[in-house]
């Protein structure tokens, strides 16, 4: 019996890593189209929900903190080329 050639395909470990290579791109993109909807106006409004959640505003400010520090590393890897859409917001 023989092996099917896309089973042969598959197991190529350089079909594999374009496979994964691939797969990461599309995560890269996706992840950069959602990364672009951010605005310190959607942030206000999650600030608003997570308030009347009970959510302090010392936790609040830590999200925005490591927020922001995404922003700012993706801008200095060069994954991203827009400013920090969250470096005017505040509590």
Same mark, same amino acid.
């Given at each position: 019996?023989?092996?099917?050639?896309?089973?042969?395909?598959?197991?190529?470990?350089?079909?594999?890593?374009?496979?994964?290579?691939?797969? *990461?791109?599309?995560?890269?993109l996706?992840a950069?189209? *959602?990364?672009?909807?951010?605005?310190?106006?959607?942030?206000?409004?999650?600030?608003?929900?997570?308030?009347?959640e009970?959510?302090t505003?010392?936790?609040?400010?830590?999200?925005?903190?490591?927020?922001?520090?995404?922003?700012?590393?993706?801008?200095?890897?060069? *994954?991203?080329?827009?400013?920090?859409?969250?470096?005017?917001?505040?509590?």
């Amino acid at each position: 019996m023989s092996i099917p050639n896309s089973t042969l395909l598959i197991s190529n470990p350089m079909t594999i890593s374009c496979i994964f290579s691939s797969f *990461e791109k599309q995560i890269v993109l996706r992840a950069s189209r *959602e990364a672009r909807k951010m605005s310190a106006k959607l942030f206000n409004q999650f600030k608003i929900i997570k308030r009347a959640e009970g959510v302090t505003d010392s936790t609040l400010n830590n999200y925005l903190v490591n927020l922001r520090s995404v922003y700012n590393y993706l801008i200095k890897i060069k *994954e991203i080329n827009y400013s920090n859409p969250l470096a005017g917001c505040s509590l």
